[in-house]
């Protein structure tokens, strides 16, 4: 039987990817003393390793497609194919950014303030080429982790670390002078997996479900019964990914309106429907929009 060699990132992801493949109809089950977790899928075999790596392993060929950052895709100048973008983290459903920061009492005010200085960070070769195409002459060092103390320590002039949310960054009394880059989850293939049939098929797959239950985040199903004199004013409040589903009830001057809204929303349109005629109504929630 063939297999596809997928990778899993490690670390601050690796339980909301978990969380997405079960989503999508994958159950992994990692141990935490074992890189090779179990897939219910003969097809898939699975590894365990850092987003920083991924890249490395999946353009070598060690692994036939990965998830991993698009930072760590640009870092590394890695040639494997992206096949989507999946944005989704730890905390949200947004891009994480990373940033230059210094001292909150730093008289650095703008990078061009940084001629000179020194930088600690992960992101050595993007942070390099950023500042290369700028013009500005800084000291860059690979920090193996904790880098917002680099900056509270003495230890470095600004930092360029990833944040979501900032939180990190302030409780360290740090101020953001600078947005270097986006980044956001990836799917990315190697080259040779992708010229192979049936691994393209399955990769393509996977893909489609992963985006799929990504889709299906925050959003719900309605279902309720309508009056036909109430039709026009409950199809006015609807939000829609298209148009709503209508169908006649059996025999009766009634009909079952069936359509896709924002999880946000829901709260206050039913009530609203409520009021305008509508009866029986379903809130249900959905695994994949695709």
Known sequence: MQKLKL????????KATIDLFEKAGWLIKPTSRNYFPEIDDPELACSICRPQEMSRYVESGVLDAGITGKDWTMENQSEAVVISDLIYSKVSRKPTRWVIAVAGDSEIRTIQDLEGKKISTELVNVTRRFFDEQGINVDIEFSWGATEAKVVSGLADAIVEVTETESTIRAHGLRIIHELMESNTQFIVNKKAWEDPWKREKIENISLLLQGALNAERIVGVKMN?????????????PSLNAPTVANLYQQDWFSVETVVSEDVVRDLIPLLRKNGAEGIIEYPLSKVI
């Open 226 to 238: 309508v009056p036909h004199s109430h039709l026009d004013q409950v199809i006015d409040l609807l």
């Open 7 to 14: 990778g899993l990132p490690k670390g601050s992801l690796e």
